[in-house]
């Protein structure tokens, strides 16, 4: 796909590119997800798993990324707090089942 915006000539290319982009996150999200469990061979504890302080330098990270992308950072941070929340509580399981 990767017809810019203004090329799009209707509808129909517009969500076929929405379709595509957001495809391809969910992709990427799924890969990020790979490293979370990947990472859980590495934590020695269950506080390490959790590690509420990387937990917050990675939302503060990512709210200056959305203020660079003229994204609204209280709709980026509410996005990765349910993602990463969720990401982490699987971790946990993991590393449990792994101990």
């Known amino acids: 796909m990767s017809l810019v915006p203004e090329k799009c000539k209707g509808m129909t290319d517009i969500r076929r590119e929405i379709d595509?982009?957001?495809h391809t996150i969910i992709?990427?999200?799924g890969q990020r997800f790979d490293y979370v469990?990947?990472?859980a061979k590495f934590k020695t504890s269950e506080?390490?798993?959790k590690?509420?302080?990387r937990f917050?330098?990675?939302i503060k990270q990512r709210r200056a990324w959305a203020?660079?992308?003229a994204l609204n950072p209280d709709v980026i941070e509410?996005?990765?707090r349910d993602l990463v929340g969720y990401f982490i509580s699987q971790e946990l399981k993991q590393w449990q089942n792994e101990t």
């Open 20 to 22: 595509y982009l957001d």
């Open 51 to 53: 590690a509420p302080h």
């Open 37 to 39: 469990k990947a990472a």
């Open 78 to 80: 509410k996005l990765y």
């Open 47 to 49: 506080d390490s798993v």
């Open 56 to 58: 917050e330098q990675v």
């Open 27 to 29: 992709q990427l999200i």
């Open 67 to 69: 203020e660079e992308q």
